[in-house]
């Protein structure tokens, strides 16, 4: 054990802000971490009145919830009506926008929830508009209530600003602490501008209580910087993104150590376990904010992940836990990166064979997408950001012929100093007991689903990755 820790702890705000702020920015494109406080401990969740008091929100205004229907419980009581009654208890009114499962028991982050929860702050059930909304979930009702604050507050700047506080209700995600939001858009999920929140508290009790799962799959989510931050280094090297940063890796320092000495007792569901992956997730989640894009923790492995859900309609199957599948996902992207880093010759390379026709493509996003959404709609969503993308490759053509002679004095060394090795990933994720398979997945995945989307994922979005470079290649 060498204890290694975190480089900053997220509870000690001033601190990294400060940090922040000493860091060269002369481009301008650091951001700042707009959260008021971050709360952390087992009895978090009691001082959530005085959360609000410290945002502004005094007791008898209206505060409006966003949970879903999942049961839930801290210690042997149910969550929900305990929050209620802590909120009542302090002089607060509240009411609660219910979201609804589909028929496979899934709540979906769209805009059209977003904007009902819009409507209900505007509205007040109560008679009065709301002054505060509470994002009591995970993932999905972290999404719904963090962009409807925001769109709230853009739609409506003279009124009070709507104050927004964070409960996570599982360690399962890296949207807590970040100010962007994930909805879906023509059934592709799409990264889009949001706020961050004013507090986020976080009760290690209720987190320990969640399902084992949900802790397993924030941890995978964690473990997606380990070839993430490849493929943003990648596609800076290729001139295929405008800002490349190393200063949001810095905030994830020793992650793998940390989460290698660690992962026994996160598989436990100790209060220290879930304290390290909420920590984690914390600063994952601060890290791609700071840079406005989700490029430090998001790359080949998400967009996997992102296209087994848009396929799972089609194959008559509920969503596994994103995490889950990111984490499934991070093995095979690792080991992609570990061919690619041993076999890359760019003697072999035909350059010109590297520019593929716009034509052939569409047709092919269209072709490959069809049975999925015989609509067009999501092909067609694919093409309009994958376009663009290919549109820059073009362009930055001798930005691909400098990466190729200069690869093993420069690129080279550099891409396997910022990945880990599918063995460390997948060690970390074996010593907690989270899925190494699509097998273990819950629902399991087929091959044949997840070959397609190992295979077609850097088509979905604009941002570069690795898969994009392979194709291009020719690599299978």
Known sequence: MTGATFPFDPVDLPALKGWLAAQDNTQGALRPVDIGEILIGPGALLELPDVLRRAGIEPGAHIQLVIDETPMWRDDVELKPFVRELLYVAGYSESAMHLEDDDYGMVHADFESVEDAVWGLERGDLGTPARAIIGLGSGTVTDIAKHAAFLYNQKHPDR?????ICVPTANSVTAYAANMAVLLKDGVKRTVPSCYP????CDLRVLADAPEEMTLAGLGD???RFVAYGDWYLASALGLVDYYSEVPLALLDNLDTILLEHAASIGERSL????IVMRALLLAGIAQSIVN?????SGTEHVTS???DMIAGHYERSLALHGAQVGVATITAA?????????FDPATVNIDSCYPADEPLQ???RHIFRAIDPTGAMAKECWNDYSKKLALWRKQRPRFEHFCAHWHETFRPKLAALVRSPDVVRRILAEAGAPLTIEALEPPISQKEYDFAVRNGHFIRQRFVLGDLLYFLGWE
């Open 160 to 164: 009070p600003r709507m104050v927004y």
């Open 198 to 201: 004013d507090a986020i508290v």
């Open 363 to 365: 047709r092919y996003i």
């Open 293 to 297: 894009m989700s490029a430090p923790i």
């Open 272 to 275: 220290a376990g879930e304290a």
């Open 335 to 343: 080991a992609l990166y570990q061919r690619f880093l041993d076999k």
């Open 306 to 308: 992102h296209v087994l």
């Open 222 to 224: 964690c473990c997606a």
